[in-house]
């Protein structure tokens, strides 16, 4: 039977080889109610993620995932706890930490190209012209939409927009990605097509990520480690599974490994238990 990392909380960060990048410390989140008590959604969450790691955070709806992964953008504040990145306390959105949202989120008067070179200007206002339009032609490259670059959102679809949003994203070369639910949106095809080519940029341009996700498949295929939520109210990590594959990845190979069926199914026992306990 394979081994799953699921330790207490405290000692997380001992089983990462670079710890301390984002660092996630007894955070809690709580919204007030009419009725003066506060709704808990998140209590006691601990993580810690490596510089150059990829952790897929899983949980049934209304668990919180995309309430945390907003926190680590700055999107929103914590009630109580910390969120550090490379040291420094997380208290606003910055350019080191860059979100992609399954809803696109594109400028539908900008063309391919200008919706990539907005976020360049925006951020990177050292660069001079010539240096701008090599990162926005890289990044069309690097996402194989060179050939859509004078395009308008309307005119490309829904991968295509996708990828557009994950060009634009990097194309500031932020310290972290975060991604919520980035191909929840797409048919499955598609969904599976764009897995492989953000996993492909990330092979060969590591940095760290954080990507919320539905999907076992998905989080087991992309992720150095499967963060397991447990239900709101007062969510929290259940456990942390470590993905034993090595990387670049090949999906056919891993799907027919014992191993990947071992992890799928503890997964989904997990989700299942916690499913049950929620009706």
């Known amino acids: 039977m394979m081994e799953y990392t699921s330790l207490p909380m405290n000692t997380q960060s001992e089983v990462l ?3 301390g990048f984002l660092e996630i410390e007894n955070l809690v989140k709580s919204y007030p109610t009419p009725d003066k008590d506060n709704f808990v959604v998140l209590e006691g969450v601990n993580l810690t993620i490596g510089e150059d790691e990829y952790i897929s955070v899983i949980g049934h709806s209304g668990c919180g995932k995309s ?5 680590v953008a700055g999107l929103e504040k914590a009630t109580s706890g910390s969120v550090r990145l490379d040291g420094q306390e997380i208290r606003q959105p910055g350019a080191e930490r860059m ?10 008067w900008l063309t391919v190209r200008q919706n990539i070179r907005l976020a360049v200007d925006e951020v990177l206002k050292n660069a001079n012209r010539a240096e701008k339009i090599s990162i926005v032609n890289q990044h069309l490259a690097m996402v194989n939409l060179t050939a859509a670059a004078d395009k308008y959102p309307d005119e490309i679809s829904g991968g295509m927009k996708q990828r557009v949003g994950i060009a634009r994203a990097l194309a500031i070369r932020p310290k972290m990605l975060l991604m919520d639910e980035p191909f929840g949106a797409l048919d499955a095809l598609t969904r599976g097509k764009l897995q492989w080519q953000v996993l492909d940029i990330w092979e ?3 940095q760290a990520v954080m990507m919320i996700t539905h999907d076992v498949d998905e989080a087991i295929y992309m992720s150095d480690r499967i963060v397991l939520m447990t239900n709101s109210p007062a969510a929290s990590i259940g456990e942390i599974l470590k993905v034993p594959f090595e990387h670049p990845r090949d999906r056919a190979a891993i799907r027919n490994s014992k191993k990947y069926f071992e992890l799928r199914n503890h997964a989904l026992n997990f989700l299942d238990r916690y499913f049950a306990e929620d009706e």
Do not use: A, D, E, G
């Open 17 to 19: 080889p670079r710890p």
């Open 67 to 71: 309430t945390l992964v907003k926190i």
């Open 99 to 108: 979100m992609v949202f399954q809803n696109y989120s594109l400028l539908p």
């Open 204 to 206: 060969n341009n590591r």
